[in-house]
């Protein structure tokens, strides 16, 4: 099993509706992340977590939200789709104990909003 | 802001050559992550490049970080089909008290031909 499990893996939806992207975690660590991926642009942060009571609005915050359910729970949330919200996303986990932060990926969900 | 800038965004080369791939950042940071992405799939850790003169190797691949010159670079050695994939470098703001997640660059993509 991944350690950083994504659900779903796709999702073609339809612009208007509120969606749920939901990502859980085992490797015990506390921050995680939301990115999204589109052609050409690298990722990009939409919001970032350090514990369940710390959540903190990344580069393009805008047209999202988040939930910390859990330590290993981390939700993101597109409350109205629209067609650029069209992408890659990436939800992502480090552990603040050790030196540097670095992230360890989920497999991605591919969003399509029509 | 944070800047991290990747060249060549796009690499042709044959097997068995060599060649090195570039990352600038615009903010001081001794914190610098290598990714690698196969098409449709998750991000992978390469190399975690955490201090001044840093360097890693792994195989036919070589990282180091130069934090006075806000440079990285990853060179490939004698270039085989199976290096063939996007490679991302990512920056780190440490600020002691947290971080704000990885900064990207646009990524590389590379292709291997024989």
């Known amino acids: 099993d991944a350690d950083v499990t994504q659900t779903p893996r796709n999702r073609i939806t339809k612009t208007g509706k509120r969606i749920m992207l939901e990502c859980s975690q085992t490797?015990?660590?506390?921050?995680m992340y939301w990115y999204r991926q589109d052609p050409g642009l690298g990722l990009r942060l939409i919001y970032y977590?350090?514990?369940?009571?710390?959540?903190n609005k990344g580069e393009i915050s805008d047209g999202y939200s988040v939930s910390r359910q859990a330590q290993a729970k981390f939700s993101l949330s597109l409350e109205s789709a629209i067609p650029n919200q069209t992408a890659l996303y990436f939800c992502?986990?480090?552990?603040?104990?050790?030196?540097?932060?670095?992230?360890?990926f989920g497999q991605g969900t591919r969003l399509t909003v029509v | 802001e944070l800047k991290v800038e990747q060249n060549p965004l796009f690499l042709s080369m044959q097997e068995g050559k060599n060649y090195t791939i570039y990352c600038n950042y615009s903010?001081?940071?001794?914190?610098l992550y290598w990714y690698r992405q196969d098409p449709g799939k998750s991000l992978e850790s390469l190399f975690v490049?955490?201090?001044?003169?840093a360097v890693k190797q792994e195989g036919r691949l070589m990282a180091s970080l130069d934090t006075k010159a806000r440079l990285s670079t990853l060179h490939i050695t004698a270039a085989v089909h199976d290096l063939s994939a996007t490679y991302f470098c990512?920056?780190?703001?440490?600020?002691?008290?947290?971080?704000?997640?990885?900064?990207f660059g646009k990524g590389t993509h590379l292709i291997i031909q024989p």
């Open positions: 992502a986990t480090s552990d603040s104990g050790r030196g540097g932060t670095e992230a360890f």
């Open positions: 490797k015990g660590h506390d921050r």
């Open positions: 977590s350090f514990d369940v009571k710390d959540i």
């Open positions: 903010t001081t940071s001794d914190r």
């Open positions: 490049l955490l201090s001044n003169g």
């Open positions: 990512a920056v780190d703001i440490y600020s002691g008290g947290g971080a704000d997640g990885l900064t």
